[in-house]
């Protein structure tokens, strides 16, 4: 059974990439370390942007089509959240650690 199977939320992942399908970003929270550059790459047939919430966040995208792919690198740490603004109910965070 998975976390999602039982209501809870995922566990973090660690890794480089997230994947946009579904209308989800997937893992919906990503932990990186300091100097890590995240790649997002749209799987969906729809466009998808990957923006920072709120004002004067790192992450600003342009519609992403599909097979596109969008890369940041995070250079100080945080909890950094970020949505889907064509679809504001995808929601997901990357958590940079040192």
């Known amino acids: ?4 199977d039982t209501g809870a939320p995922a566990a973090p992942v660690t890794g480089d990439a997230v994947a946009i399908r579904n209308f ?15 790649t997002w790459a749209n799987e969906d047939t729809d466009a998808h942007t990957v923006t920072s919430t709120g004002s004067g ?7 992403l089509a599909t097979h596109a792919t969008y ?13 889907c603004t064509i679809h504001p109910f995808m929601t997901a965070k990357v958590e940079v650690t040192r």
């Open 57 to 63: 966040g790192p992450l600003r995208s342009a519609a």
């Open 24 to 38: 989800a970003f997937s893992p919906a929270t990503l932990k990186v370390s300091v100097g890590t550059t995240v």
């Open 1 to 4: 059974m998975s976390p999602s």
């Open 71 to 83: 890369r940041h690198t995070f250079t100080k740490p945080g909890t950094y959240a970020y949505l």
